[in-house]
């Protein structure tokens, strides 16, 4: 069992910026793939962006250039920082984990965290 525990969402005006944190129970090494995802009002769950275990990023063309993701592997946290945030940003935030096959291959998920963008 993987636990996923994220933080850092909040209430910002436009403009502003947010960082998430995701902190895993296991570590990064077992690890194939982390990502972010997000969940609007009405909206189906869609990708935010993903970091694998070789540190290829890969990001929605919504929020490239505007959020970036990273990982501190000591720590077993994995980041989203959130720039020049819009409106059409609110939502849920979650973040995901694939485990290596050697690993039993699960998909886990956090509990989410709201973001709300202010116009």
């Known amino acids: 069992q993987v636990r996923l525990t994220e933080s850092g969402g909040g209430l910002v005006q436009a403009g502003g910026s947010l960082r998430l944190s995701c902190e895993v129970s296991?570590?990064?090494?077992?690890?194939?793939?982390m990502g972010w995802y997000r969940q609007a009002p009405g909206k189906q769950r869609e990708l935010v962006g993903t970091i694998d275990s070789g540190g290829y990023l890969k990001y929605a063309d919504s929020v490239k250039g505007r959020f970036t993701i990273s990982r501190d592997n000591a720590k077993n946290t994995a980041y989203l920082q959130m720039n020049s945030l819009k409106p059409e940003d609110t939502a849920v935030y979650y973040c995901?984990?694939?485990?290596?096959?050697?690993?039993?291959?699960?998909?886990?998920w956090g509990q989410g965290t709201q973001v709300t963008v202010s116009s």
């Open positions: 995901n984990v694939v485990r290596k096959a050697q690993y039993g291959r699960g998909e886990y």
């Open positions: 296991r570590s990064f090494f077992s690890i194939a793939i």
